[in-house]
């Protein structure tokens, strides 16, 4: 079974910087799109950005449109979430998933997440 953690979390001041990483085990990561969500307490979980297996991005959320990039690298087994110009509204658990495809959410959500990783943008 697919297995997916995240790390990269952790503080940082409004408009930093961090970059979250997605590792995959079991199974090559390539055979899979790859999300990445978000939730933070009281709130539903949301879809942020999405990339597909050939590396196409998908923007889930326009909260984040400019300031967040997603990139796969198969080699490492590996997806990345560069996030930039962070904003205290970002501040969330972060979840990988796998997905059939990009556009099945928010029809079909995930049955592979990992842990999550946290983040907290504040000064």
């Known amino acids: 079974q697919l297995q997916l953690v995240e790390s990269g979390g952790g503080l940082v001041q409004p408009g930093g910087s961090l970059r979250l990483s997605c590792a995959a085990s079991?199974?090559?990561?390539?055979?899979?799109?790859i999300g990445w969500f978000r939730q933070v307490p009281g709130k539903e979980r949301e879809g942020v950005l999405c990339i597909t297996t050939r590396g196409v991005s998908t923007e889930y959320a326009d909260s984040v449109k400019g300031r967040f990039t997603i990139s796969r690298d198969n080699a490492k087994n590996t997806v990345y979430l560069q996030m930039d110009s962070l904003k205290a509204e970002d501040t969330a658990v972060y979840y990988c998933a796998a997905v059939g495809s990009c556009s099945s959410y928010p029809h079909h959500l995930p049955s592979y997440w990992g842990q999550g990783t946290r983040v907290t943008v504040s000064s």
């Open positions: 079991r199974f090559n990561l390539d055979y899979y799109a």
